[in-house]
């Protein structure tokens, strides 16, 4: 048999992704010891960092705030070029001029979330206490302790109602906690492909995925930072293996099929014969380049905990009692990762509360991923249901 | 329920008209400003958007994927859902009207959509095709085919309308159910009410279709 080849080594070195670690190429908000942030766990986490992107211009009632938030994988780097990768916006196709959420007519925030390690505070920063990075002594985070720090931040730049919080998958789960903790802060709600729990299967595939981390000998339990190596070899199988539950059998068919990559006839070999092979090689080892291991066990973990309902004793309608949130509820039909069956419970639990809610259902092929794609129906439903709650809150969406 | 307590609605014909369809116009002169309404069946949201301008409160459901989309890309608060099965997840009194609006005919269990009905609201408004009409009681006596007309074309085999009834029919359901007719008006086929002089069988014959306003009855 021929030589295989495995997942090539980052073209990045762990110190130039460390970098944005500590030293940010976005804005920073620091929280000294006087403002520690509350962890679900007990701890309280202090001091710490929130790196966070702007786009837009607050208005003078400071009433057209849009907070986006970032899923598992994505950070702050929401609608300009990525400092590390050189990419473009992740969500570009929503965010940015002539898009529904447009800075000409809002004040767009995207922080990196607390565990993250695009600059906020995470397993990959400095514990100041010891002068080492965290690793596995950075406490456990949550959803909530994320939507808690960016209170904090919109605290701290002065707004008191956010105009609209949007995220999707993670950030959708985000979106929801905003609105279960503080409903009063958020004008309107837009949740997209997402639940208000974590389920089993999707607990699995997360575990999956740190298993397959913690199996490469560079992970050094957590500890590979002090040795200056990454665990890319894990961390890219954990991110191959998560693709897959992004896209769906007919995505990866149409796009793939059982086409060769570069030959004609098989080679008997390990070697990626199959286009799919390469594309998910590709998939696992351009992410190693961005994203910290530790960091990808601690953000799933908080995906695993999320259970809005279980936090208001077991009825998920209690957790939206009396709300005034505007809310967008949308799910993609080939998304089996969250599924539309868990919309339509947060729906249901929705309109048990007698909020205000609109559930769309986009007809796609393209699976989990379809949020982040050029999804035309998405988008027009994205606008026009942000533009009637513009109108309702009196902002001045004209062109300006 | 005798036939003279129900009593056709005043000043509908002199409504503004503008692009809406009468039946619409009909429900919306029925709801009062301010309230907050559950359209059940809403289709493309025409009725919601005259509801919301005239300062209503309008959630929606809607039972196509395609129809959702329309609505939610107008801005309106539209839900995917089904009359049949999800009206159970909406608690008592959330809702000031619940309209179902030329959807009552197309649900399995019309008894215990209407009864959902007005579970969910203090009132219900009901507009529905009249079976009765003199056309589909001729297609059927003269030409022995199921009727189809201007408003209802389907085929037999292919429509979505499985529980048709005449007027009469449905206000024998509300009196079985002690449903309260607070309302009724018939319309004609071009969507003219039925001038309320004329007896009940009048507009059991020359209705086209009817809108009731519904609320609980007071019987044990």
Redesign the interface.
Known sequence: MGSVKSIPSPAISADERSHEVDHPSSLVAHFGTEQPLRLDCGVDLSPFQIAYQTYGELNADRSNAVMICHALTGDQHVANVHPVTGKPGWWETLVGPGRPIDPKHYFIICSNVIGGCMGSTGPASINPATGKVWGLDFPVITIPDMVRAQAMLIDRLGIDTLFAVVGGSMGGMQVLQWTAAYPERVYSALAIACATRHSAQNIAFHELGRQAVMADPDWHGGGYADRGIHPHRGLAVARMAAHITYLSDAALHRKFGRRMQDRELPTFSFDADFQVESYLRYQGSSFVERFDANSYLYLTRAMDYFDIAADHGGVLAKAFADIKTRFCVVSFTSDWLFPTSESRALVHALNASSARVSFAEIETDRGHDAFLLDVPEFFDISRAFLQSAGKARGLNLEDR | MSVQEVLPLNGVATAPSGDYRADHRLVAEMVKPGS?VLDVGCGDGDLLQLLETRGI?G?GIELS?EG??R???????????DADT?LV???DD?FDYVILSQTLQATRQPKVVLENLLRIGRRAIVSFPNFGFWKMRLQLLIGGHMPRTENLPATWYDTANIHFCTIKDFVQLCDEINVKMERSVALDLYGRPVPLNLPWWVWNMFGEQAVFLLSRGGRK
Request: hydrophobic share 35%; aromatic share 4%.
């Open positions: 907050k409160d959630r994927r959702v989309n609505c939610v890309a107008k801005g309106l608060a539209v839900v995917q859902g999800d997840n909406y608690p959330a």
